[in-house]
């Protein structure tokens, strides 16, 4: 006999299901048409052979640039100075952070300039802080045997003494 995986799954509301679905199909249009800047950078990880992906969804944002070891860069243009938008960027900085991510956030000027080691420091910083997987021994499995009905009842009436 095998042994049968049971999965539990959290109801969603129609809406947050709508809002995720439309978070993705944003995402996908964006990856389509990056700005100049975005192409750049993604140039310059590819280079020096950084795995990332683009257009990523996080929870309900979409962050420009996931590389491994929860490290999310942010190409912010012009439109990140606005006082509306340095709000919203730092309660999405605040909510990656509470979820692990290290935030790298980078202007358009500085894509060109931006020093790829330090992105490499930070991955291997936030590595080191994720915590250690512990290695649990099993314990020797005994295959299971059939019982009779006998059998079996007789184990039920102990156990119920």
Known sequence: MGIIYTRKYRKKSNRSFEI?????????EMKKTPTAYEKIFAERL?????????????????????????????????????????????????????MGYKVIRIDNAGVNEFNIERLIKAMRNNQ???????????KEKTP?????KEQ???RKNRILK
């Open 152 to 154: 079996f009842l007789s």
């Open 46 to 98: 590819k280079k020096n052979k950084i795995y990332y992906k683009s257009q990523f969804v996080i929870g309900r944002y979409i962050v420009d640039f996931l590389l491994g070891y929860k490290v999310i860069v942010e190409i912010d243009g012009d439109s990140h100075l606005e006082l509306d938008q340095i709000d919203y960027d730092r309660k999405r900085t605040q909510y990656f952070n509470s």
């Open 20 to 28: 995720e679905e439309e978070l993705k199909y944003r995402a996908r």
């Open 128 to 138: 080191n802080k994720q915590p250690k997987r512990r290695i649990v021994q099993e």
């Open 144 to 148: 299971n045997k059939l019982i009779t």
